[in-house]
Nanobody, 122 residues
Framework: QVQLVESGGGLVQAGDSLRLSCAAS????????MGWFRQAPGKEREFVSR????????DYADSVRGRFTISRDNAKNAVYLQMNSLKPEDTAVYYC???????????????WGQGTRVTVSS
């Protein structure tokens, strides 16, 4: 079993930065691929970014590429999402997810955190 706890969300202004963290419990963390997803009010959960088990392969949604950076620290059982140049359309609840398949699909991740809210004002 893996438990995920996100932190770092908040209310910021457009152009600001935030760093989200996801702390994982469980010894198998280093074997799991990790992803960040987000869900805005009234919308479906969508892919934001993913990183493979080693941290060597990353992927980003077109809407965040160049502004967001995903990273992981297997020694600390943690994954991070550095978000720069935030826009009002980035407003959403952000979820950390873990799975055995590196994918952009929500259904491929078996473990989810409770989410952390990010609000970007214009």
């Amino acid at each position: 079993q893996v438990q995920l706890v996100e932190s770092g969300g908040g209310l910021v202004q457009a152009g600001d930065s935030l760093r989200l963290s996801c702390a994982a419990s469980g010894r198998i963390f280093r074997n799991l691929h990790m992803g960040w997803f987000r869900q805005a009010p009234g919308k479906e959960r969508e892919f934001v970014s993913r990183v493979n088990w080693s941290g060597g392969v990353t992927d980003y949604a077109d809407s965040v590429r160049g502004r967001f950076t995903i990273s992981r620290d297997n020694a600390k059982n943690a994954v991070y999402l550095q978000m720069n140049s935030l826009k009002p359309e980035d407003t959403a609840v952000y979820y950390c997810a873990a799975g055995t398949i590196s994918s952009r699909s929500v259904s491929d991740y078996g473990y989810w955190g409770q989410g952390t809210r990010v609000t970007v004002s214009s």
